[in-house]
């Protein structure tokens, strides 16, 4: 089955020359041809995973909690196409799009949603808690800003080892809030630890809006008692976030934390079981139609006659094809034997 | 081929809710990710969105009905290419059940299949006999040098916390560690116990193998999320992709006048964690050959040391291979008229008491429990067999103690051997006072020991 044609090394063709004159995402040429289109459909894999497992849940196949990442799937495909094999990535329970993109294979991921023997954590993780050591993803972790001391930790292992790579440890704007967050800034920032803190900011944790949360708003100033530079990115557009997360990534591997503050959204509730009574209607149509990040990628093909509409047309339906097969592997595959109930409890007992 | 679309459910309990608004009707074109109706339960409204591209080809259930069944049929849609009329033709009429709606079988629920039986754990190794010649020193001592052999043995093994380095360890446990093995590996953190907890966690699924000290294991409650959620079920939650070998070590316990904060047995919090290994040294044989068990272990460990002990002198192997097995109790003495278990500075007490009730005429066997996850029944049903009593000693308080899980495990696995209830000797139901003798009433000494024996000897 085909995977996501992530390539974790950075695109190395060169931009051209009109490119340094305009704003970063301003741009429709700052990224090839190739790379646009390879975005594009790495964000509809990623969108249409998640209206999948959206239906899934619906129809009583996925328990628990579901966190949907619809809106925000620029974020994690920009980010990914900054970094390199070996880097670390680590983030919180609304996951799937993080570990689509780090090029885990749709079916154990949707087969971990049902809670299945085929799924990533053999079932036993769920939504929220999946694995891949093959990809450097390190979860899916449950608890706020948990995984923010953790990919601190990774990032010292790196430094440690030498190995000239990066942690790339994502929360959102309910996370920056976190006593553990700012803890873990300052050692990384104490010991020049090699880690990209990317604070997704969809505007609400949970159901309580940023500026009813933080008392400081921007939170890419988060991190300046302990002399971490942040940036603001566009997150809604995929080329600034791989502009920003490119500097920052450089920033991170020569030793030192940024932070990059996207500004994005969730369509979604939270989760499944969400009124979505915080926020209106019509601010979340206002998203959808005039800053979809999908849309936007498809426009700046198109505009900038990269591509047709009978080719996109062609990714549309290999990527429904991906999800269709995944959904059928996740509704077909075995529930875990019952002896997995006591296995992976120790390592060796 | 048409696309069903069905009533979902919002949350995991909903059976039924209301379709309170169409947004699309018969003929128009749907797009995937674009709202075709509103649902409404009590608690809340959704929108539902199209998971696939096509052309409402029907209706199903109109606006405003009420009590719809979560996965029946709404709508259909044509495909593309398909004629809407046809499609509508093809369609299952509502309210029929879905005959070719894709099946949504329920998650198992109330024939949930009976657990397996949770396997024997495995036996942990025999103990070597160490008959070599041993080195008198402190438990102090006795953990700095199985820190030190353990990194010298393996690069990847590094220790951090607060004042560890510089400092030379705040109870000077760590003494000489910075000069042999510099700054990488030996590192002063700031004081924040949940964040270097994390990154420690952090760092051990990197591949590294840290050793946290905690100044004492009072602070450790600010890092217990870390400790329980994320080291000790990732390896679980991750179907066995992730491990996490570090020590969190540190005193625990109380220390002498330093009040109720400073002064809390840990050993059952954590010893209930199923992940977790929970070890509690007594002796500084026990202290150098556990902590290099548990520095060489995969797992989380715990690693309760007691800042009372630090001082104390006792004969260690040196036999650079002398490495104690982990969930084996020791027998420190041997008796036949009543057991007495405990871990921990109070194996020195329950010896004092043993001391004492042989003056009296009564023969205890002492058994220093050491490791509290995983537990050694055996060898404490093996002593019940002989003995018919049992005395257990912590200092922490009794309610979900480790003397309340042993009286458990005793009424299930030896309640025919036993002559006598178990009795619990245990530090009392308050927070420790400070004042010298209300601090001396709370912790167990070996008279309540002596006491406690007495009364299951019923003489």
């Keep these: 089955m085909a995977k996501p044609a992530m390539k974790p090394k950075v695109e190395t063709s060169p931009a051209k020359p009109t490119a340094s004159t305009k704003p970063p995402g301003a741009g429709d040429n700052s990224v090839s041809a190739d790379q646009l289109k390879s975005f594009y459909r790495d964000m509809l894999l990623i969108r249409r995973f998640e209206e999948r497992a959206g239906q899934l849940y619906g129809m009583g196949l996925i328990g628990g909690f579901c966190h949907l990442y619809i809106g925000q799937e620029a974020v994690v495909v920009g980010m990914q196409s900054t970094i390199k094999l070996g880097d670390s990535i680590i983030t919180s329970y609304r996951d799937h799009g993080h570990m689509l993109a780090a090029g885990m294979d749709p079916k154990g991921v949707m087969a971990e949603l049902t809670g299945r023997a085929s799924g990533y954590s053999k079932g036993k993780g769920g939504s929220m808690h999946m694995f891949s050591r093959e990809k450097h993803f390190y979860g899916g972790h449950g608890i706020v800003g948990a995984q923010v001391p953790i990919g601190t930790g990774l990032a010292f292992a790196h430094k440690y080892n030498g190995n000239n790579n990066v942690s790339l440890t994502y929360f959102g704007d309910g996370s920056a809030n976190q006593g553990q967050v700012y803890e873990a800034m300052n050692m990384a920032a104490l010991w020049k630890l090699p880690v990209i803190y990317v604070i997704e900011n969809n505007r609400y944790g949970m159901g309580t809006s940023v500026e009813r949360a933080s008392a400081v708003t921007e939170l890419y100033r988060h991190g300046e008692s302990f002399g971490i530079p942040g940036e603001r990115v566009d997150g809604m557009d995929v080329v600034a976030v791989k502009a920003a997360g490119e500097k920052a990534v450089e920033h991170a591997r020569n030793g030192g934390p940024y932070i990059l503050e996207m500004q994005t959204y969730r369509y979604r509730g939270h989760s499944m079981s969400d009124p979505a009574k915080y926020r209106t209607k019509e601010e979340v149509d206002k998203y959808r139609n005039e800053r979809d990040p999908i849309d936007h990628v498809r426009k700046l093909l198109l505009d900038g006659k990269m591509t047709d509409e009978a080719a996109l047309k062609g990714v549309d339906a290999d990527v429904r094809k991906i999800i269709n097969d995944a959904a059928e592997f996740a509704q077909h595959s075995p529930e875990p034997d019952p002896s997995e109930l006591w296995t992976d409890v120790l390592v060796g007992a | ?459």
């Design chain 2, 1 to 459: 081929m048409s696309i069903p679309v069905l009533m979902p459910a919002l949350s995991p309990t909903m059976t039924e809710g209301k379709l309170a608004k169409w947004h699309v009707k018969v003929g128009d074109a749907v797009k995937a990710g674009q709202v075709i109706c509103e649902i409404e339960t009590d608690k809340a409204t959704m929108e539902v969105e199209a998971v696939d591209e096509g052309t409402v080809a029907q209706i199903l259930i109109e606006e405003g009905a009420e009590g719809i069944k979560v996965n029946t049929p709404i709508c259909v849609l044509a495909a593309e290419g398909e004629s809407v009329a046809d499609t509508a033709k093809a369609a299952p009429a509502a309210p029929a059940p879905a005959a070719e709606t894709p099946k949504a079988e329920p998650r198992p629920k109330a024939e949930a299949p009976a657990a397996p039986q949770a396997p024997a754990a495995p036996a942990a190794a025999a103990e070597p006999e160490w008959t070599g010649k041993t080195a008198h020193m402190t438990v102090r001592e006795a953990l700095r040098d199985a820190m030190a052999e353990e990194m010298r043995r393996d690069g990847q093994v590094f220790l951090m916390g607060e004042e560890v380095a510089q400092y030379q360890g705040a109870y000077k446990v760590s003494q000489g560690l910075l000069e042999e093995f510099g700054a990488k590996r030996v590192i002063d953190t700031p004081i924040t116990e949940h964040g270097f907890a994390g990154l420690g966690v952090g760092a051990a699924f990197g591949g590294l193998k840290p050793i946290v000290e905690f100044m004492t294991f009072n602070f450790a409650m600010q890092a217990m999320d870390q400790i329980i959620n994320s080291a000790g079920k990732t390896h679980y939650m991750s179907g066995g992709q992730m491990t996490c070998p570090i020590v969190f070590r540190g005193p625990n316990g109380a220390a002498a006048r330093v009040a109720a904060q400073h002064s809390q047995c840990y050993a059952s919090w954590y010893a209930h964690v199923p992940g977790l290994r929970v070890l509690s040294p007594w002796s500084a044989a026990d202290a150098k050959g556990l902590l290099k068990a548990a520095i060489r272990d995969p797992n989380p460990v715990i690693f309760l040391e007691n800042e009372i002990l630090y001082g104390q002198s006792f004969d260690v192997p040196e036999d650079p291979e002398f490495v104690l097995p982990i969930g084996r109790a020791k027998i420190e003495r041997p008796g036949k008229d009543v057991t007495i278990t405990a871990f921990s500075i109070m194996v020195g007490k329950a010896l004092a008491a043993a001391e004492e009730l042989a003056k009296q005429g009564i023969d205890a066997e002492v058994i220093n429990l050491r490791s509290l996850r995983p537990f050694d029944t055996e060898t404490i049903v093996n002593s019940v067999k002989k003995t018919n009593r049992l005395v257990s000693v912590e200092e922490g308080w009794a309610f979900a103690g480790i003397g309340s899980e042993l009286a458990a495990q005793m009424m299930e696995q030896a309640f025919d051997w036993l002559d006598a209830p178990v009795k619990r000797v245990h530090g009392l139901d308050v927070p420790l006072p400070y004042a010298a003798n209300l601090e001396k009433m709370a912790l167990p000494q070996p008279e309540n020991i002596v006491a406690a024996a007495h009364e299951v000897c019923n003489r």
